[in-house]
């Protein structure tokens, strides 16, 4: 998938963009590695996981996956990639999935076998078209809403978001 690719290279650049994203500015990036994770023995591939350098209850194991297309067996699948995970790493005690949306109308109704998980804080889903005010006040997440506007307002909002902070030089994908 395109914007996997896109935000694999921002992950992996900017480990900050994920937390933004996420509300969480007060976590320290850099006590986390991105990685991409292959499961053994399944074709599963969790699109990728922030894993701390240290692993405490207060720096859970966090599950990203970027969900831009309409697929009605997404969470099916979701967990049964973390429950894998789980299960073939014994030293994950606490872990959180964030999951992100260009816009709502892309998340799928099948959700009332993992509603207990859905509704509590261990799972956050984010929507892109609804950052809204915080956007506008972060750079990085501005530069993450590029992905969801069209070409040409895209290039438009990408200048405006260079003249704002010097970003072109430290862009991945340039």
Same mark, same amino acid.
């Given at each position: ?6 935000? !694999? ?8 963009? %994920?937390? *933004? ?18 499961l053994k023995e399944t074709a599963f591939r969790i699109d990728g996981v922030f ?12 599950? *990203? ?9 997404? !969470? ?24 992100? !949306? ?32 915080? *956007? ?15 070409e040409q307002t895209a290039i438009e909002k990408g200048r405006e978001l260079i %003249? ?11």
């Open positions: 998938m395109r914007t996997d690719k896109i935000f !694999y290279s921002l992950f992996q650049t900017f480990p900050s963009i %994920f937390f *933004a994203i996420i509300g969480n500015q007060n976590i320290d990036a850099n006590s986390y590695q991105f990685v991409s994770v292959e894993i701390p350098t240290l692993e405490t209850s207060e720096q859970p194991v966090y599950f *990203a996956e970027v969900q831009f297309q309409t697929d009605k067996t997404f !969470y099916r699948r979701l967990f049964a990639e973390i429950f894998l995970y789980l299960q073939q790493n014994e030293s994950v005690k606490f872990w959180r999935a964030v999951v992100i !949306y260009p816009t709502r109308s892309i998340e799928t109704d099948d959700t009332q076998p993992y509603r207990l998980y859905l509704d509590s804080p261990q799972v956050q889903r984010i929507y892109l078209d609804e950052l809204g005010t915080v *956007a506008e006040n972060s750079l990085q997440l501005a530069v993450v809403q590029l992905i969801i506007e069209g %003249f704002q902070g010097d970003i072109l030089h430290t862009l991945p994908f340039r």
